[in-house]
């Protein structure tokens, strides 16, 4: 039995619900595939600011780093929301912890199901088939650059975007090697025609280009891109993009697919990595067991094909997952009409059956 570490960080809201159940899917598959999980649980976000006034505590941080891989939930709490007293807020535990951790590339599949394509905001023709994964640079641009503040008098704020030739190449380098595993075509995205980082990132990209020539490499603007996974998301294959841009497209790429409890993430970088499922801490839902907790255990399939380069636990988890939406098992977001939905835990319970029944 191979022994792997698991840091288990569940967060706020669901993220213990649906945490949970990922922890299932992978006890079904280490069984079935021959691991030993050891997890050690850790605080984060709302849940850490009041058990030790901050978001990210040394402890956890020091959890994360002992662990082959971190299971996350989500952050957010509404008592933080629009609350300009809050000396701390969850979501700078996130921050924190990819900067701590050296997470500088998150992955954000996008894939429909077939069962599912009349769940999708678009037309059932456009998003069949789609199948496309997004690189986001993480630790860099907007939302780590400084000098950051307001004027004294309040009237004015101004934020620094910043990237160097180094943070954009190696975000770069993952996507051209993501597009040559993949079906050979890589979309850099960037604003190069206003904005100054977008010049470097596309002058870096070209650089690169030559490197990977098995590899078909376009550029486009961002907000042609918004606009084209709207009307042919079939058209991109990786998607390669910084920060603040990413976080953007990743959210809109992601109601494509008809629900944002479908759909996992990766963060890799130079330390430990972290899995966690898209959607937020979904605080109204909180205790209630309906949350869909699909996308933390593909976040867990993930796992084990980034983390632990096993393809066959994460093909295992995937089918599991794949047969829970088919034979219509799934919570009250993806219910389909006349078939009562079921729990957060039965639905936890039945795909971690299928995976150990290895169907």
């Known amino acids: 039995m191979k022994k792997i570490k698991i840091a288990v960080l569940p967060g706020d809201g669901i993220g213990p619900e649906i945490v949970a159940q990922a922890v299932k899917a ?45 299971l996350f939930g989500a952050i957010g709490d509404p008592r933080f929301d629009n609350n300009p007293n809050a000396r701390v807020r969850p979501e700078q535990g996130l921050l924190a912890m990819r900067k701590k951790l050296g997470l500088f590339a ?12 009349h769940r999708s905001p678009l037309r059932a023709d456009l998003v069949e088939g789609a199948d496309f994964l997004c690189v986001r640079e993480l630790t860099g641009g907007l939302y780590f650059g400084r000098p950051q503040g307001r004027s004294e008098d309040g009237t004015t704020a101004y934020d620094t975007c910043v990237y160097t030739r180094a943070e954009i190449e190696r975000i770069c380098r993952l996507g051209f090697e993501y597009a040559a595993k993949r079906r050979g075509k890589l979309t850099v995205v960037d604003k190069a025609n206003v904005l100054a980082t977008s010049r470097l990132w596309r002058e870096t990209a070209q650089s690169l280009a030559a490197e990977y020539p098995s590899v078909e490499t376009e550029f486009m603007f961002v907000d042609n891109a918004a606009m084209k996974i709207i009307q042919q998301p079939r058209h991109f294959d990786v998607i390669v993009t910084e920060n603040m841009f990413g976080d953007i497209l990743t959210d809109e790429a992601s109601v494509i697919t008809g629900s944002l409890g479908l759909l996992p993430s990766a963060s890799i970088g130079t330390g430990t990595s972290l899995f966690e499922p898209i959607h937020g801490s979904y605080p109204q839902a909180a205790g209630k067991n309906i949350a869909n907790p699909v996308a933390t255990i593909l976040s867990a399939a993930m796992m084990f094909e980034y983390a632990f ?26 219910a389909a009409e006349g078939v009562t939905p079921r729990s957060t835990t039965e639905v936890g319970d039945f795909i971690a059956q299928r995976i150990a029944a290895g169907e």
């Open 106 to 117: 998150n992955l954000r599949p996008v894939t429909t199901f077939a069962t599912l394509l």
């Open 309 to 334: 380069s096993d393809m066959e636990a994460g093909a295992a988890i995937r089918r599991a997952v794949d047969a829970s939406i088919r034979e219509n098992f799934t919570t009250e977001d993806i």
């Open 26 to 70: 992978v006890d079904a598959a280490a069984a079935r595939f021959g691991y030993e999980p050891q997890y050690t649980h850790a605080v984060v976000g709302a849940a850490a600011i009041d058990a030790v006034g901050d978001p990210y505590p040394e402890a956890t941080h020091k959890t994360c780093m002992e662990a082959d891989a971190v």
